[in-house]
């Protein structure tokens, strides 16, 4: 689940209920409840198809003072609007309100129609509001909460020696999923580098991890040579179904993906918690002695992260030109100024300084930024509409950073 703080100024500053001409604002009808996000547009026969299901569901629920639908608006035109919301029941936002390009980026709107359901406390339970709904029309099992992991986990693995084990030999270990197929290139390069990595972390500890391909290959052939040269164990091929709901639970979308999960915690509901959803990009970095089990942290090389940056702000420092000393000093005062980052919106804190990465030399392009010899400071909002801020300080220190946080300067769009 995503972690989100709720800005009810996406909001707007009323909501309006079309069949009745009721308003309100929003923190008063939304506050210490469930939210479902319901973005939908006339034009789209999906979302036709889709709406008459979602009034039966909000019709069947005999809690309905548990939860809110707000309708955010796709149509093209005020008309189209009023015409699709007339008869909804449910909160919806003014059309064409000037937050909703925001709001549809932050929760990942791509398709329509699209549901999103939302915690009290503004976390989200789920994306997938549509397929649950699909599946369990009455709303049976709403707010559709994430299976545990625990449930979702084979019943047996595989050593590497091809016994099979019961997966609660496990129970009190911390376990690294891999997931990964033998004919996807990435993959291919990436796996010499996990075998080190295992061997050496193996070396290191006292048996309290274990390592799981979970293959995506296409036949049992492939999985059986690919899995012939590793030194972990595996969830068996056969089990298709444990694969596909990892994958769903854990939104795998590409290869080859590396999560943490912790042991088991019987003290909060007797599942695993996701420490760290990719870890991949420690592998390769060789970031991986210290500070195991990863938990994520507020800052990173911007060069070599996989984070999405389009969900969060970003603090960088651009300093490709800066001696070995200097860039040093550059890492230790971001590090610190995330550390000691106590503000209530989500913020990354990245240095940057090979001029050759991909991420940076896109990031620079699109924020048109010039080299030189002095660092250079960016703070980058790409959930706020691309927005980015360029601080005239060159002199990097934990107080410029504070400082240039407090105060940003001139708004500048990408």
């Not at 198809?49 to 009034?55: A, C, D, R, S």
């Not at 296409?218 to 694969?243: C, E, I, T």
């Not at 991909?358 to 002095?374: M, N, Y």
Request: hydrophobic letters at 35%; aromatic letters at 12%.
């Amino acid at each position: 689940m995503t972690e989100i703080e709720l800005d009810y100024s996406l909001f707007g500053d009323l909501l309006i209920k079309p069949s009745t001409g009721e308003t309100a604002q929003p923190e008063d009808v939304l506050m210490d409840k469930l939210i479902l996000l319901y973005f939908g547009a006339h034009w789209s026969s999906p979302c036709l198809k889709f709406t008459p299901k979602l009034h039966l569901f909000n019709q069947l629920q005999g809690n309905k003072e548990e939860y809110e639908i707000v309708f955010c608006s796709m149509d093209r035109s005020q008309e189209e609007y009023d015409e699709y919301s007339e008869e909804m029941p449910w909160w919806c936002l003014p059309y064409a309100i000037s937050t909703l390009p925001k709001l549809a980026e932050i929760y990942q709107a791509s398709g329509l129609p699209y549901l999103v359901v939302l915690d009290l406390d503004g976390t989200v339970i789920t994306k997938e509001g549509v397929q649950n709904l699909r599946m369990d029309p009455v709303g049976k099992r709403f707010p559709w909460r994430p299976q545990p992991l625990v449930d979702l986990m084979p019943t047996t693995y595989l050593a590497s020696t091809l016994k099979e084990h019961p997966i609660e030999d496990l129970e009190e270990k911390y376990i690294m999923l891999y997931f990964a197929s033998k004919n996807d290139a990435l993959c291919e390069e990436f796996t010499p580098w996990l075998i080190k990595a295992y061997n050496i972390l193996k070396g290191r500890r006292q048996g309290d991890f274990e390592l799981l391909f979970v293959s995506s290959d296409g036949n049992q052939a492939d999985f059986d040579s690919f899995f012939a040269g590793m030194p972990w164990g595996a969830v068996p091929y056969s089990d298709r179904g444990a694969k596909a709901n990892l994958e769903k639970r854990l939104e795998i979308t590409s290869y080859p993906s590396l999560v943490m999960l912790g042991p088991i915690n019987y003290d909060e509901g007797e599942d695993r918690p996701i420490i760290n959803p990719d870890i991949r990009s420690l592998i390769e970095t060789g970031d991986y002695i210290s500070d195991f089990p990863y938990y994520p942290k507020p800052y990173g090389d911007f060069c070599t992260t996989t984070d999405d940056i389009n969900t969060h702000k970003c603090l960088i420092v651009f300093h490709e030109n800066g001696g070995m000393d200097e860039q040093d000093e550059v890492e230790e005062a971001v590090k610190q100024a995330a550390i000691d980052y106590r503000g209530d919106e989500i913020i990354k804190f990245y240095w940057a300084f090979d001029d050759e990465a991909p991420l940076c030399a896109t990031t620079r392009q699109a924020c048109d930024l010039e080299f030189s010899e002095e660092a250079t400071m960016v703070l980058l909002d790409m959930p706020n509409d691309g927005a980015f801020y360029v601080s005239e300080e060159t002199e990097i220190t934990v107080d410029t950073i504070k400082l240039f946080l407090m105060n940003n300067g001139e708004r500048q769009q990408i």
